[in-house]
Structures are given as C-alpha cells and as structure tokens.
C-alpha cells in the first residue's frame, strides 16, 4: 500500500523526476507502490501542468519551469533577496536577471527609491510596477513561458547602452570546473552582456546551486564581485570563492 495520498504521491513525484531528470512509469508505480494506470493519470497531470514530457512510457522533467521553482527554497530565497536589496543604493542603475530568488530582491527594493531598473522578465516586471522608482525600463521581445524571459535582439542592444552600477545575476549551476551554467541557451546572450555591462556583479544563488552543473555556460566564476547565499553552503565553497577575491555574504 502505497504510503502517499494523491497530492503528497504527485509532489514526491515531481521531486523524483526533477533530481532524475526522469524515469520511466513502471519505475514510478514500484516507487510509489501504485498500479502503472495510476502513474499515468499523475503524470498526464503534470503534462497538462507543463512540467513534465510524455515519451515512450517514460516521463521526462522539463528542466526548468519558473512558477514551479517558486515553490522551492522559499525561505532561503527570501533572505538572499532582501540582504541583495540591501545593496542598492540612491541613484544606482542596476540590471535584475531571470530567475526566482532575484524576483525576491525586486520586491524588496523600498518604495520611492531613486534609482534606474533594467529589467527583462515578467515576474520581476510585476514586482517594479508596484514601485515608485526614478527610472524602469523593459527589456522586449520574444516571451518565453518558462522563465518569463523576453528575448530579443533589441533588448541585448538595450543592455549594450546600458551602463549599470549593479548586475544580479542568477543561475542554475555552479562549478569548480565547469563555472556558472544555465538550462536554456537562449538566456546566454542576456546574461553576458549584462555582465560586460555592469560595474560589480552579485550572484543570488541558494545552497542548492552549488555543485550543480546545467547545460548552457554564461561566466566564469571569477566574473562575480560578491555571491549572496545561504547557511547551507559547504564552508570548502566559502575558500574557494574568497580565495578568489569574491566576497561572500551568508544569510
């Protein structure tokens, strides 16, 4: 007998696909202690969702989907986002990335800051419209659904004329190796010219992102000036980075 009810078995379930990348039904309805049937109306659920790919009596997590990665290390999130608040100061101009603990630090920049935005996602678009900010502007262009990321020729011109104080950065992979990487390709040309763009560049990244390593390369590590983090960073990472010279705030 399965020990899941419904909601807890497809959340599990999602956990399972997300650190497998994927598995097949019959393996499912093993680990779960289910009928393979079961497993199927689960996953065509989570299809349904976009959260998950359907092939050949498998399920394959699509690698990143934004409203489903607000669920996860919220707490840790939360914090990350207000310590990079912190950081901003009167008549800054600064770049947010994509990503969700960078949504975090749009809603916590204080009402009637005079400071320049430079923004290029829906989500943290969402958050600067309730501001009362000198100057916003948006990035436009393609959409695309699962990062909330507007691409375009445009706006990595816009960037380019863009000089900025501060750049958060996100990302989804971090490296000794293999440096910061993310899902898509497409968010490569984005992040490095906001990189080459910017005067210092602070990295919001969750404990979790550590040792991580995702398809796409956009920086080497030694790009960053300063990473914001959690406590459940591995104190070898807190060397490695400051003996880099890059500053490392843990909250």
């Keep these: 007998m399965s020990m899941y009810n419904?909601?807890?078995r497809i959340?599990?379930?999602?956990n399972v696909l997300r650190e497998r990348n994927g598995a097949s039904i019959r393996d499912l309805a093993q680990e779960f202690m289910v009928s393979e049937m079961?497993?199927?109306?689960?996953?065509?659920?989570l299809r349904q969702d976009n959260i998950i790919s359907l092939v050949h009596g498998a399920a394959i997590y699509k690698s990143y989907n934004l409203d489903l990665e607000k669920g996860v290390n919220i707490s840790e999130k939360e914090r990350i986002g207000k310590a990079a608040a912190k950081r901003i100061q009167m008549d800054d101009t600064i770049i947010i990335d994509i990503g969700t603990t960078t949504?975090?630090?749009?809603?916590?920049?204080p009402q009637n800051f005079s400071i320049s935005v430079l923004c290029f996602t829906m989500n943290s678009l969402v958050e600067i419209h309730k501001k009362t900010i000198?100057?916003?502007?948006?990035?436009?262009?393609?959409?695309?659904?699962d990062t909330q990321l507007f691409e375009s020729p445009e706006t990595i011109?816009?960037?380019?004329?863009?000089?900025a104080t501060k750049f958060?950065?996100?990302?989804?992979?971090?490296?000794?190796?293999?440096?910061?990487t993310t899902v898509n390709f497409y968010e490569v040309?984005?992040?490095?010219?906001?990189?080459?763009?910017a005067d210092q560049k602070f990295l919001l990244a969750d404990s979790t992102k550590f040792d991580k390593v995702k398809p796409a390369y956009f920086a080497h590590l030694n790009d960053i000036n300063v990473v914001i983090t959690d406590n459940g960073i591995r104190e070898e990472w807190i060397h490695i980075l400051e003996d880099m010279g890059i500053e490392v705030e843990i909250v």
Aim: charged share 25%; hydrophobic share 35%.
């Design 6 to 8: 419904k909601f807890g």
């Design 189 to 197: 040309g984005v992040k490095q010219t906001c990189i080459q763009h």
């Design 157 to 163: 011109e816009l960037i380019r004329r863009t000089r």
């Design 103 to 109: 949504e975090h630090l749009a809603r916590h920049i």
């Design 168 to 180: 958060f950065v996100s990302t989804a992979g971090i490296n000794r190796k293999l440096e910061l």
């Design 11 to 14: 959340n599990q379930m999602i």
């Design 38 to 45: 079961t497993i199927r109306r689960d996953l065509e659920r």
């Design 134 to 145: 000198k100057s916003f502007i948006i990035g436009g262009g393609s959409f695309h659904p």
